[in-house]
């Protein structure tokens, strides 16, 4: 679990992340590795976040889904230029991913638009795909499939919690004299120290 300061801290910074004139303020990037050891990056929606972690839904079959099966450790940045002077705030978190519970990952996919809950069952995410006409294809079977009635989640869908034992707060500041604050949990305790900008 997430030391209160640590979540505090976030929960202050995303509140005001959320008021600001950030674009999609909900935005990070997740880096998984691939099986060849190479690190892959991609922006991902924070959806949710408490004591134990962040979430975050997508395809289980995606490049990314596989990446986390294979090697769970994985790593998030956020980063709201404008909050903030000189270069806004970053947030580094580092951990271990798992996947959410099937009933979370219902709850949550009952709140999608009826359009995203359809391309999820049509999307074959990260295969490649010939052409744009068979993925409409694909997508016309489907909401034809469910027409009348709500869509259920598909079974390669759902979510992912990001526990941390790592979290860096970068605080920019003019003449890159920036403010680093790291946590880092050891034997189960948060431990919080100062780095050089």
Same mark, same amino acid.
């Given at each position: 679990?997430?030391?209160?300061?640590?979540?505090?801290?976030?929960?202050?910074?995303?509140?005001?992340?959320?008021?600001? /004139? !950030?674009?999609?303020?909900? +935005?990070?990037?997740? #880096?998984?590795?691939?099986? *060849?050891? %190479?690190?892959?990056?991609?922006?991902?929606?924070?959806?949710?976040?408490?004591?134990?972690?962040?979430?975050?839904?997508?395809?289980?079959?995606?490049?990314?889904?596989?990446?986390?099966?294979?090697?769970?450790?994985?790593?998030?940045?956020?980063?709201?230029?404008?909050?903030?002077?000189?270069?806004?705030?970053?947030?580094?978190?580092?951990?271990? /991913? !798992?996947?959410?519970?099937? +009933?979370?990952?219902? #709850?949550?996919?009952?709140? *999608?638009? %009826?359009?995203?809950?359809?391309?999820?069952?049509?999307?074959?995410?990260?295969?490649?795909?010939?052409?744009?006409?068979?993925?409409?294809?694909?997508?016309?079977?489907?909401?034809?499939?469910?027409?009348?009635?709500?869509?259920?989640?598909?079974?390669?869908?759902?979510?992912?919690?990001?526990?941390?034992?790592?979290?860096?707060?970068?605080?920019? /500041?003019?003449?890159?004299?920036?403010?680093?604050?790291?946590?880092?949990?050891?034997?189960?305790?948060?431990?919080?120290?100062?780095?050089?900008?």
């Amino acid at each position: 679990m997430l030391d209160p300061c640590i979540l505090d801290t976030f929960n202050a910074l995303y509140a005001a992340a959320l008021d600001s /004139a !950030e674009p999609t303020p909900t +935005a990070m990037n997740l #880096a998984t590795v691939d099986a *060849r050891g %190479r690190p892959r990056s991609r922006i991902v929606l924070l959806k949710s976040f408490d004591a134990d972690g962040f979430c975050f839904y997508t395809n289980y079959a995606s490049d990314k889904g596989t990446e986390i099966a294979a090697n769970d450790a994985v790593s998030l940045c956020i980063h709201w230029p404008t909050l903030g002077a000189g270069g806004g705030t970053q947030i580094r978190i580092e951990g271990h /991913a !798992e996947r959410l519970s099937g +009933a979370a990952s219902d #709850a949550y996919f009952a709140t *999608r638009p %009826r359009g995203s809950q359809l391309g999820a069952w049509a999307s074959l995410q990260s295969q490649t795909l010939d052409s744009r006409e068979t993925f409409d294809t694909r997508y016309a079977r489907y909401e034809a499939e469910f027409a009348g009635s709500d869509v259920p989640r598909p079974p390669h869908w759902g979510g992912y919690r990001v526990m941390p034992d790592r979290v860096e707060f970068w605080y920019g /500041a003019n003449f890159r004299l920036h403010e680093r604050v790291c946590w880092e949990r050891t034997d189960g305790q948060w431990n919080a120290r100062l780095l050089y900008p």
